[in-house]
């Protein structure tokens, strides 16, 4: 069983947009949680982006993201979005949704790669010049 599923991906030429979805496969895994989307370049460490709690909505983002993505939640279809705007090529990357039932520091949903007990297996953004 696949717990979390991500689509939306593709490629887009730089200062375009695409809107991620994450698709929760049962409610335990989306309810009154922390949905949190990474991306992975080869080599490197995965990166937090946007996290939301869907119990209130309340979201939090990296610096790098900040004021480009945007992540929201449609609880009617344990799904929550990424939308990514002004996308440049270093945004290049698989892109993964996680959730977890606990918070981070603070309340926070941008936590550590392996605080999360549930990964989706991931979308490939792909950005031109």
């Known amino acids: 069983q696949v717990d979390l599923v991500e689509s939306g991906g593709g490629s887009v030429e730089a200062g375009g947009s695409l809107r991620l979805s994450c698709t929760a496969s049962?409610?335990?895994?989306?309810?009154?949680?922390?949905l949190t989307w990474f991306r992975q370049v080869p080599g490197k460490e995965r990166e937090g982006l946007a996290g939301?709690?869907?119990?209130?909505?309340?979201?939090y983002y990296a610096d790098s993201v900040k004021g480009r993505f945007t992540i929201s939640q449609d609880n009617a279809k344990n799904t929550v979005y990424l939308q990514m705007n002004s996308l440049k090529p270093r945004d290049t990357a698989m892109y993964y949704c996680?959730?977890?039932?606990?918070?981070?520091?603070?309340?926070?949903?941008?936590?550590?790669?392996?605080?999360?007990?549930?990964w989706g297996q991931g979308t490939q953004v792909t950005v031109s010049s």
């Open positions: 996680a959730a977890d039932s606990a918070r981070g520091p603070g309340g926070s949903c941008l936590k550590r790669p392996y605080e999360y007990n549930w």
């Open positions: 049962d409610e335990y895994v989306y309810t009154s949680n922390c």
């Open positions: 939301i709690f869907t119990r209130d909505g309340s979201t």
